[in-house]
């Protein structure tokens, strides 16, 4: 099993910046693909990034596109997720999820498992 623990979250003004941090326990990360997701109040939770095992790809929704960089250390089992130019828009729990291949998962179904999420609240 992985452990997960996301910190980092907090209030902001848009504009701002923040760094998310995901530190895992237990089974290794590091041939797995990990990811970030988020959920907004009243939305269902919705893909934001994801990094292969080796941090060698990444992909992006969207919407974070240019602003949002996820990176990873497996040395430290630790996923990041440095998010620049925040708009109110990105207002959400942030959760970290341990993905079920070496590679990049779009949706809930790739992941096995998951933290207890962040809060990050931007304001206009």
């Known amino acids: 099993q992985v452990q997960l623990v996301e910190s980092g979250g907090g209030l902001v003004q848009a504009g701002d910046s923040l760094r998310l941090t995901c530190a895992t326990s237990?089974?290794?990360?590091?041939?797995?693909?990990m990811g970030w997701f988020r959920q907004a109040p009243e939305k269902e939770r919705e893909f934001v990034a994801a990094?292969?095992?080796?941090?060698?790809?990444?992909n992006y929704a969207d919407s974070v596109i240019g602003r949002f960089t996820i990176s990873r250390d497996n040395a430290k089992n630790t996923v990041y997720l440095q998010m620049n130019s925040l708009k109110p828009e990105d207002t959400a729990v942030y959760y970290c999820?341990?993905?079920?291949?070496?590679?990049?998962?779009?949706?809930?179904?790739?992941?096995?498992?998951w933290g207890q999420g962040t809060q990050v609240t931007v304001s206009s």
């Open positions: 237990g089974r290794s990360i590091s041939r797995i693909g």
């Open positions: 990094i292969s095992w080796s941090g060698g790809l990444q």
């Open positions: 999820g341990a993905g079920r291949t070496y590679g990049l998962g779009y949706t809930d179904e790739a992941y096995d498992y």
